[in-house]
C-alpha cells in the first residue's frame, strides 16, 4: 500500500457528462500529480500542484481541471466528457516540489474511468 | 517523434536471465532518469532513479544514463517470475515544479 488513496476505483459515464476524481496523498505529501493512462496514448503526466498551487502543466485539456484544497487532497474535474476520455487516472504524491533530493512519487491504485 | 521511446515489447525471457530494458529519448533537457514496475491492474512503483549521467545499482537491478546518446537502460539479474510486470522509463525536468515524461512501457514475462 502507497499510501495515496483514490476515489472511487471504478466509475462508468455517459459522453458529455461530468466527473470528479479525489486523491488523498500520503500524510505530509506536499505534491501531488495527476496521470492518465490509456492502451494508446500510456501514461501521461496531466498537471502538479503543491501545497496548493499549480506547478507543472503536461497535456491537459481544457475539459480537465484540478485543485488542491488547504487539507491537500486533490480533485481532478473532468467535464463534457467524450469517449477518448475512458482511461486509468492516476494520483501520485511525494513530499517536494522538484526532483531533489530525490525523484520518487507514490502513486495510487487509480480510477478506471468508462465513458459509454 | 515522441520525446521518450520504449520497445513496447512483450519480452520472455526463461528464469534466471539477464534482462535488459532500455529506452532512447530527444530532449536534452531531462535531468532526472526513473525506471517504474507496474503490475497488471496496480499503480506504478518507483525502482530505480538517477540525476544526470552514470550507473547506479541496487540488488538485482542497475541503471546506466548515458546522456550523450539519449539512451537509458535497466538491467535485471537472476530474472525472476515475480518480476513479470510491466517496466517504464521515465524522464523528469524540474520546471519550478517536476513534469515527468513516460516511456511507453515494456511488456516483461519471466518463464519459471
Known amino acids: 500500500d502507497s499510501g495515496v488513496t483514490q476515489t472511487p476505483k471504478h466509475l462508468i459515464t455517459a459522453t458529455g457528462q461530468r466527473v470528479t476524481l479525489r486523491c488523498s496523498p500520503r500524510?505530509?505529501?506536499?505534491?501531488v500529480y495527476w496521470y492518465q493512462q490509456s492502451l494508446d496514448q500510456g501514461l501521461q503526466f496531466l498537471i502538479q500542484y503543491y501545497n496548493g498551487e499549480e506547478r507543472a502543466k503536461g497535456n491537459i485539456l481544457e475539459r480537465f481541471s484540478a485543485q488542491q484544497f488547504p487539507d491537500l487532497h486533490s480533485e481532478l474535474n473532468l467535464s463534457s466528457l467524450e469517449l477518448g476520455d475512458s482511461a486509468l487516472y492516476f494520483c501520485?504524491?511525494?513530499?517536494?516540489?522538484?526532483?531533489?533530493?530525490?525523484?520518487?512519487?507514490?502513486f495510487g491504485q487509480g480510477t478506471r474511468l468508462t465513458v459509454v | 517523434q515522441k520525446e521518450v521511446e520504449q520497445d513496447p515489447g512483450p519480452l520472455s525471457v526463461p528464469e534466471g536471465a539477464i534482462v535488459s530494458l532500455n529506452c532512447t529519448y530527444s530532449?536534452?533537457?531531462?535531468?532526472?532518469f526513473m525506471w517504474y514496475r507496474q503490475y497488471s491492474r496496480k499503480g506504478p512503483e518507483l525502482l530505480m532513479y538517477?540525476?544526470?549521467?552514470g550507473n547506479k545499482e541496487d540488488g538485482r537491478f542497475t541503471a546506466q544514463v548515458d546522456k550523450s546518446s539519449k539512451y537509458i537502460s535497466l538491467f535485471i539479474r537472476d530474472s525472476q517470475p515475480s518480476d513479470s510486470a510491466t517496466y517504464l522509463c521515465?524522464?523528469?525536468?524540474?520546471?519550478?515544479?517536476?513534469?515527468?515524461?513516460f516511456g511507453a512501457g515494456t511488456r516483461l514475462f519471466v518463464k519459471a
Open positions: 530532449n536534452s533537457a531531462f535531468q532526472y
Open positions: 538517477t540525476y544526470s549521467s
Open positions: 501520485a504524491s511525494s513530499p517536494q516540489l522538484s526532483g531533489q533530493p530525490n525523484t520518487e512519487a507514490f
Open positions: 521515465a524522464m523528469g525536468k524540474d520546471t519550478g515544479g517536476f513534469k515527468t515524461i
Open positions: 500524510s505530509g505529501d506536499l505534491s
